[in-house]
């Protein structure tokens, strides 16, 4: 019996380009596609199990990091890979911890992507990512006057007391986006909370 590998992804350029890169490198396996969290459960509740899930980190449904605990207790038997434009290392850990089996970043070549994925499906648990320079590191001196707009701008709202679900609300992005920024921020800073990054901004 074919092998089913569903591709999860909200961009339908993306996981089109994904289900060819599959196709590719498993050929003749059954590859279905998914827009949403919901529509991976479904999928995978009828028929076999999916020997194979390729999961996008920002999706539909995945409200948090800790929900891939969720995907993983639900297809135990089903190698779960990540991937993701993320190339924050502290990140990327937690989303290991969860007990995926791989993470690929999407910025990879495609001949990448393909063979992550086969080495991934034999067995190795592989992170395999090149930066992207989406959250970029600062430098210990002048670690405030380094940081991108957007994260000056989270961090601007973070010193005036805002939660994440104010900080999403008011830049128009999603609170699981701010969290991502939030870490960076305090990566970045050389900080371990909220607080000390807001005394930072204060005295820059």
């Known amino acids: 019996m074919k092998c089913r590998i569903i591709v999860a992804d909200d961009h339908p350029l ?35 199990i999916p020997d194979t899930l390729v999961l996008d980190l920002r999706f539909p449904g995945l409200t948090d990091i800790q929900c891939l605990s969720q995907v993983r207790r639900q297809l135990p038997r089903t190698t779960l890979i990540v991937v993701s434009a993320v190339d924050d290392p502290a990140l990327i850990e937690q989303v290991m911890a969860t007990g995926v089996d791989g993470f690929i970043g999407k910025d990879s070549m495609p001949e990448d992507i393909g063979a992550a994925i086969l080495a991934i499906r034999e067995g190795e648990v592989l992170v395999r990512y090149t930066p992207s320079g989406l959250f970029p590191g600062v430098s210990p001196d002048g670690a405030v006057e380094q940081l991108t707009q957007r994260q000056h701008e989270v961090l601007r709202l973070i010193a005036q007391g805002r939660t994440n679900k104010e900080i999403a609300k008011a830049l128009n992005i999603s609170p699981f986006t701010v969290r991502i920024h939030v870490s960076c921020l305090l990566k970045a800073l050389k900080v371990t909370s909220r607080t000390a990054a807001a005394v930072k901004y204060s005295g820059s």
Do not use: W
Request: charged share 30%.
């Open 14 to 48: 993306f996981r089109d380009a994904m289900a060819r890169t599959v196709r590719r490198v498993v050929p003749g396996a059954c590859v279905e596609e998914a827009g949403d969290l919901a529509e991976v459960f479904a999928l995978s509740a009828t028929g076999e």
